[in-house]
Nanobody
């Protein structure tokens, strides 16, 4: 079984910070791009940030300068450091990965279960 397990969500005041983690486990041979997406109540899921296996990053304009995505390839883990949080960052945050599994199986769009982030005073 392959799993993406997110952690680190919670309630934080505006201006605060949180660090999300997403650990991939299972019969994984290689992980290509990894990323974070979010979905606010009543809204569509949207891209937050992505990172390739080589470390190239991409951010949504709304989080540039505040959020930083990173990864530890040895641990099959991706992180999202979120600073200067705003109420509009409130959402469920989902981890996404492009995976190569044993026997040549490729899952280019594998999702975690999500972790909730609430920014409120």
């Amino acid at each position: 079984q392959v799993q993406l397990v997110e952690s680190g969500g919670g309630l934080v005041q505006p201006g605060g910070a949180l660090r999300l983690s997403c650990a991939a486990s299972g019969s994984i041979v290689s992980i290509y791009a990894m990323g974070w997406y979010r979905q606010a109540p009543g809204e569509q899921r949207e891209l937050v940030a992505t990172i390739t296996s080589a470390g190239s990053t991409n951010y949504a304009d709304s989080v540039k300068g505040r959020f930083t995505i990173s990864r530890d390839n040895a641990k099959n883990t991706v992180y999202l450091q979120m600073n200067s949080l705003k109420p509009e960052d409130t959402a469920v945050y989902y981890c996404n990965a492009d995976l190569l599994l044993r026997y040549g199986l490729r899952y280019s769009d594998y999702w975690g279960q999500g972790t909730e982030v609430t920014v409120s005073s």
